[in-house]
């Protein structure tokens, strides 16, 4: 069965700095793919980044970047320079690669907001 | 535009009163799928669909039933709704049944059942 885990349920960032929302994970697929949604206030859901487990290099968008430790099997949101329009919920979730099933496994979140 | 249609954005409901709430894409997308959402417990899967007639059980599909009749839509139906069953439901599609395909979705229909 996959899990993830968000421990961190509510961060305060000063504008203009970096901040990591933590994510852990635990599956017993070989491979699979990690993602960063983000939920703003208004409610939907916007992907905001991706990382297979194959990948060597860590996925960057724009101010997103994955900090991705395979072996501590944790996956990292990092934003830097934060903005007002930061303030959401984030949430870390999983997919397996294998063709026989296809269930997506969400973290419960992180409260993000960002001080002027 | 590529969207996710949801419908309805809200309804409020009675124990045991059937409903159904439509999903659907166009963006021709292979895999759809449907979320509840909770305070304190993130989004949960409730069913998947891997393409047309092909659905399978996510983590919590007690109390509904899905189909997969046409690619683009994919109804969720609660046939007896219980007050547990009260919640925010997101469903959302990709391309294909890959896990490098990020979801889209819908805008979310909150559900409230008396």
């Known amino acids: 069965a996959q899990k993830i885990t968000q421990t961190q349920p509510g961060m305060f960032v000063q504008e203009k700095e970096a901040v990591t929302l933590d994510c852990t994970y635990d599956?017993?697929?070989?491979?699979?793919?990690l993602f960063w949604y983000k939920q703003p206030s208004s409610g939907e859901m916007i992907f905001l980044i991706y990382?297979?487990?194959?990948?060597?290099q860590n996925a960057t968008e724009g101010r997103y970047s994955l900090n991705f430790q395979k072996a501590r099997k944790s996956a990292n949101l990092v934003i830097s320079a934060s903005q007002l329009g930061d303030s959401a919920m984030y949430f870390c979730?999983?997919?397996?690669?294998?063709?026989?099933?296809?269930?997506?496994?969400f973290g419960i979140g992180t409260k993000l907001q960002v001080i002027p | 535009e590529a969207q996710v249609t949801q419908n309805p954005r809200y309804l409020i409901t009675v124990t045991g009163k059937k409903l159904t709430v439509t999903c659907s894409q166009n963006?021709?997308?292979?895999?759809m799928s449907w979320y509840r959402q909770d305070p304190g417990l993130g989004l949960r899967q409730i069913y998947y669909?891997?393409?047309?007639?092909?659905?399978d059980k996510g983590d919590v599909p007690e109390g509904y039933k899905v189909s997969r009749k046409e690619k683009r839509n994919f109804p969720l139906i609660l046939e007896s709704p219980s007050p547990n069953q009260t919640s925010l439901y997101f469903c959302?599609?990709?391309?294909?049944?890959?896990?490098?395909?990020?979801?889209?979705f819908g805008d979310g229909t909150r559900l409230s059942i008396l």
């Open positions: 959302a599609s990709s391309l294909l049944a890959g896990s490098n395909q990020p979801q889209h």
């Open positions: 599956t017993s697929d070989q491979s699979y793919g």
């Open positions: 990382q297979g487990s194959y990948d060597e």
């Open positions: 979730a999983m997919s397996p690669y294998s063709g026989g099933y296809q269930k997506v496994t």
């Open positions: 963006m021709n997308h292979e895999y």
């Open positions: 669909s891997m393409n047309v007639e092909v659905t």
